[in-house]
């Protein structure tokens, strides 16, 4: 027989710590057969296909599409319609807030008289809108 020591003792108690530890650590053991449909052990969770990791984020592009692009493309879309129709003798205000009469018009530039004999020319781009009535009827 061998003779037990007290430092024989000690590196046996402290093997059977590391493997406890080493143990816990990995988690428990799991049976290979008799889990979840699909091979996967009873104890494990399945993790999402991708059609499920896909889902969400489908999702929050609809709400984002719905709630911002589509309405903003359909303001866009009126006001390149409000552009195109434009013609002399309209009363509009600017992005900046002016008003006057459009005296002239071209494919990028109107010319818009905004005082009697004071004429400016401007973007055609910056036509807030078109005013209906008269611009002396806002002041």
Not at 23 to 39: D, K, W
Not at 47 to 67: D, E, K, N, S, T
Not at 94 to 106: D, Q, V
Request: aromatic letters at 6%; proline letters at 6%; a positive charge.
């Amino acid at each position: 027989m061998t003779k037990f020591t007290l430092a024989s003792g000690l590196f046996f108690l402290g093997n059977l710590f590391n493997s406890m530890t080493l143990a816990l650590a990995e988690g428990p053991a799991l049976p290979v057969t008799g889990g979840a449909p699909g091979g996967a052990p009873a104890g494990i969770p399945q993790q999402p296909g991708l059609a499920g990791m896909l889902l969400p984020f489908l999702a929050m592009f609809g709400v984002i599409y719905f709630l911002m692009i589509r309405p903003q493309q359909k303001k866009m879309k009126e006001q390149q319609a409000m552009l195109g129709a434009l013609k002399h003798g309209d009363e509009v205000v600017t992005a900046s807030g002016i008003l006057g009469k459009i005296t002239g018009i071209t494919d990028k530039v109107v010319t818009v008289e905004v005082a009697d004999g004071v004429k400016i020319k401007i973007l055609k781009s910056q036509v807030g809108q078109v005013i209906k009535g008269q611009i002396k009827d806002l002041t």
